[in-house]
């Protein structure tokens, strides 16, 4: 069964401690993956979008990596308005458009 | 301003009693889809439509009814709700399917938080 694994649940961290969130999945041929941010009752944020093994991606203090089997959101020097809960999901297959979302990292940054 | 909307924000209804969640984006875009969101399962995709008249079941659609007669509107029908629908709903679009396009970028509504009692 095609899944997408989140790691770790909930991270605290202190205002320029810099970290690393995981997205590991197992799919049958990936076929994109992809980040969100959600901040608490509002509707998931597109971050970005990774295609390949050994490609990435960078917004500000963010940067997204893949490889084969997983995929890396690392935050430098966060801040608090990085607070939020991130969210990663994969692209099932082939000859489907539907979507997988792992089940979050609730992320909560201390001045 | 480009945007998702869903209506109502907010609902409280009872087992059995029909009920509509509308969803609109102002963007032109083709795809379109429903998740649910519950603690400890993350966003589950209901249903998805690649364009006007073609709809597509995705991870749990048991219970759920779409249409898309409009380019602009995707509702979300639920014929007889139950209390294991009680969720956040949660609409989003995107230009292109995820596959098409080299830098996909879907957009969410803010949310319907329903409750069936």
């Known amino acids: 069964e095609d899944q997408v694994t989140q790691s770790p649940e909930a991270l605290r961290l202190q205002e320029g401690e810099s970290s690393s969130l995981n997205c590991s999945y197992t799919v049958s041929g990936l076929r994109g993956l992809f980040w969100y941010r959600q901040d608490p009752g509002k509707g998931p944020e597109f971050l970005f979008t990774l295609y390949s093994a050994g490609e990435e991606k960078e917004k500000e203090r963010l940067k997204a990596t893949l490889t084969k089997k997983e995929s890396f959101l690392h935050i430098t020097a966060p801040k608090p308005e990085d607070s939020a809960t991130y969210l990663c999901?994969?692209?099932?297959?082939?000859?489907?458009?539907?979507?997988?979302f792992g089940t979050g990292t609730r992320l909560q940054v201390f001045p | 301003e480009a945007q998702v909307t869903q209506n109502p924000r907010y609902l409280i209804t009872v087992t059995g009693k029909k009920l509509t969640v509308t969803c609109s984006q102002n963007?032109?875009?083709?795809?379109m889809s429903w998740y649910r969101q519950d603690p400890g399962l993350g966003l589950r995709q209901i249903y998805y439509s690649m364009n006007v008249e073609v709809t597509d079941k995705g991870d749990v659609p048991e219970g759920y009814k779409v249409s898309r007669k409009e380019k602009r509107n995707f509702p979300l029908i639920l014929e007889s709700p139950s209390p294991n629908q009680t969720s956040l709903y949660f609409c989003?679009?995107?230009?292109?399917?995820?596959?098409?396009?080299?830098?996909?970028?879907?957009?969410f509504g803010p949310g319907t938080r329903l409750t069936v009692t």
């Open positions: 999901a994969v692209q099932e297959g082939l000859g489907t458009d539907k979507l997988i």
């Open positions: 989003a679009s995107s230009l292109y399917p995820p596959e098409r396009v080299s830098s996909y970028e879907q957009y």
């Open positions: 963007m032109n875009h083709e795809y």
